[in-house]
């Protein structure tokens, strides 16, 4: 059976994506003043300026000024230094407020933060070492990635950092065997021909992606609709959490519809997805399933977790509900365990803002603690 499959990825540089890193900046400015900080913080980014808004809650609150220095420089690293959104001069508003004293009751016993289903998801594809995620969106995460590290760093010049990429796999009896279209469109200065951005991105390609899966030039677009110069909040405007397919599995899985960035682990709609995520990704990497689907959820206020549920799509080596039950005593689910677990109360969560929370190597100062493989020798001898 063949068939093909599209999945995307959004750059740091999207107005999206700023919202976003906005958002878990502030975060983790949070967690720097008081590990137990609660935030569910939003962002609106749009011509020059920005607005966030939300509920925070800690021991000690940052400064209003120390908030507006997080936000200038998060969108200077981004590379924002243009007429229409300029990280000196874009105009910030702030309108934080403290977190309802019904939700801060709720989660005070170490209950969930809010009601919600999450997902997590692994998925090895033969041949190719994607940290267990499908290839289509390992590649064009990757491919963003790059290109923005090659912008900052020089080696690209003209570009400007507001980029998106779209990839169509073909399958084979599901395995991925070729690109079918590829589809790049970045912002660039008004010095470059559509030409030279297509030169200059053909070039990326080339570097980013292995060859058998770079299509022939003439599927691979790039900037269909002409100049694209006015690009980031400029063009379009930005609000935290409208990227979520971007940010998990580029729909090569369910998602439960919350959004992360902003929000502290207490609400399950982060802490809960990244468990899930963890615990699929160690049963795939353990060699039990070829792969792994997670669900679970949680009522407000309420410890346990309503339900959990997995399916293997037909891959599991060994009986589903045993493995379901393992995973179940292998770790706490509570909120206060996930956090424990995964160690979810420091200032790690910036990082994740952009080229997904997924498929990322476990770094030693805790971002993304929730890709390590600390659980597969527990499982293969469980098995």
């Known amino acids: 059976m063949t068939h093909t499959f599209t ?27 008081d590990p137990k900080a609660h935030t569910a913080i939003e962002a609106l980014a749009t011509t020059n ?16 000024d120390e908030i507006e220095h997080y936000i200038r420089q998060t969108v200077k690293t981004i590379g924002y230094e243009q007429a229409g959104f300029d990280w000196h001069t874009l105009q910030i508003e702030n309108y934080l407020h403290r977190q309802s004293i019904d939700i801060s009751n709720g989660i005070s016993n170490g209950g969930a933060g809010d ?28 491919l963003l990635q790059d290109l923005q590290n090659a912008r900052q760093e020089g080696r690209i ?5 507001d980029a998106k990429a779209q990839i169509t796999l073909e399958y084979e009896q599901d395995k991925p065997v070729r690109t079918t279209t590829l589809l790049v469109s970045s912002q660039h200065q008004e010095n470059l021909s559509t030409e030279d951005v297509r030169e200059i991105i053909l070039g990326q390609i080339a570097q980013s992606l292995p060859e058998e899966f770079i299509p022939a030039p003439q599927n691979i677009l790039v900037n269909p609709a002409g100049r694209f110069i006015i690009g980031g909040p400029d063009g379009d405007t930005g609000l935290t959490g409208r990227k979520i397919i971007a940010d998990t599995y580029g729909s090569y899985a369910p ?20 468990m899930m995520r963890y615990l699929a990704k160690n049963v795939v990497a353990a060699g039990l399933a070829k792969e792994c689907l997670l669900q679970i959820s949680y009522a407000i206020g309420r410890r346990q977790p309503l ?3 997995i399916n293997c799509n037909g891959s599991c080596k060994v009986d589903e509900n045993k493995l379901l039950d393992t995973l179940r005593e292998m770790v706490d689910l509570t909120p206060p365990g996930i956090i424990n677990h995964l160690r979810l109360q420091k200032p790690i969560y910036t990082a994740t803002s952009s080229y997904g929370h997924f498929g990322r190597a476990a770094r030693p100062n805790g971002e993304f603690s929730w890709e390590k493989l600390d659980l597969c ?6 098995f």
């Open 7 to 33: 999945t995307e990825s959004i750059s740091a540089g999207h107005p999206d994506k700023i919202c976003d890193r906005i958002s878990d900046a502030l975060l983790d400015l949070h967690l720097k003043s």
């Open 115 to 142: 009601q919600g289903i999450m997902f997590g998801y692994a998925k090895k594809e033969s041949g190719y070492d994607t940290q267990c995620m499908p290839l289509g969106i390992y590649l064009v995460n990757k």
């Open 255 to 274: 998602h439960g519809g919350g959004a992360f960035s902003g929000k502290d682990a207490s609400k399950v709609d982060r802490s809960g997805a990244y």
């Open 157 to 161: 010049i003209g570009l400007e950092p």
């Open 307 to 309: 339900s959990l549920y």
């Open 377 to 382: 020798e527990e499982l293969k001898k469980c």
């Open 49 to 64: 300026r920005v607005i966030i808004s939300g509920e925070v809650s800690a021991q000690k609150l940052p400064a209003s």
